[in-house]
């Protein structure tokens, strides 16, 4: 399978705890993106990376996200002691270099359903 | 502030029949849009693109609409087929920055019916 992969599909964890998620971008791909999808809304930006560089960081991602992409391959992303809004799906997404359907034309992994009891 | 904004939560018609998704947004920034296709416990699934320098663009049974002066987009799909069924988000980006991050809508549950 050649897809964004991501690791592990559902997580609950009590407020408080430290989580971290892992997504595997496809090979070919530089850009490696962040969203977070909370139940009725649309996917939100969180952080896009151009290779192993982390490029722009939405407000959204408080000083508890961080997120990393070593050697420009796969990303993880921590949040440190979670709280209930933190609930939410988060998305992972690659694309390749260039304009137009190419790059926008993200391709998403199943997502990290977390939930904060 | 919502700058993209699906306001049709919900969606059923028959197959065979035309489906229609519509799309606001309100920045004049965004130049280029997207439709996303979204299955449960999936991740959303790239449907169609269309550039803000044309007015419409065809895929098969998919074609989006694009009218610049009212800031507002549709999604077309004919025949509609069950299969179909899913949460069609809207998304948006200003190609102005090197970034590509898109802004979507809440999304639409379209329900064809046999």
């Known amino acids: 399978d050649t897809g964004v992969s991501q690791d592990p599909r559902h997580k609950i964890t009590k407020r408080g705890q430290n989580v971290t998620f892992r997504c595997d971008p496809i090979?070919?791909?530089?850009?490696l993106y962040w969203y977070r999808q909370t139940l009725g809304q649309g996917p939100e930006f969180l952080t896009y990376?151009?290779?192993?560089?982390?490029?722009?960081k939405s407000r959204l991602l408080s000083d508890r996200f961080s997120a990393e992409r070593p050697k420009g391959s796969f990303s993880t992303l921590e949040i440190q002691r979670t709280e209930q809004g933190d609930s939410a799906m988060y998305l992972c997404?690659?694309?390749?270099?260039?304009?137009?359907?190419?790059?926008?034309?993200?391709?998403f992994g199943s997502g990290t359903r977390l939930t904060v009891v | 502030d919502q700058q993209v904004k699906q306001n049709s939560p919900s969606l059923s018609v028959q197959e065979g029949r035309i489906s229609i998704l519509n799309c606001d947004y309100t920045?004049?920034?965004?130049?280029?849009f997207l439709w996303y296709k979204k299955y449960p416990a999936e991740g959303p699934t790239f449907l169609i693109s269309?550039?803000?320098?044309?007015d419409k663009n065809e895929d098969g049974r998919f074609t989006v609409f694009l009218n610049k002066s009212a800031k507002h987009l549709s999604l077309h799909i004919v025949p509609s087929q069950p299969g179909d069924s899913a949460v069609y988000f809207c998304?948006?980006?200003?190609?102005?920055?090197?970034?590509?991050?898109?802004?979507f809508g809440k999304g639409t549950l379209l329900t064809v019916n046999p």
């Open positions: 997404a690659s694309s390749v270099p260039g304009q137009g359907r190419g790059a926008y034309g993200y391709t």
């Open positions: 090979s070919e791909h530089n850009r």
């Open positions: 990376f151009q290779n192993e560089a982390q490029l722009e």
């Open positions: 920045n004049s920034m965004f130049d280029y």
């Open positions: 269309i550039s803000s320098i044309k």
């Open positions: 998304a948006a980006s200003d190609s102005g920055g090197s970034n590509y991050k898109l802004t």
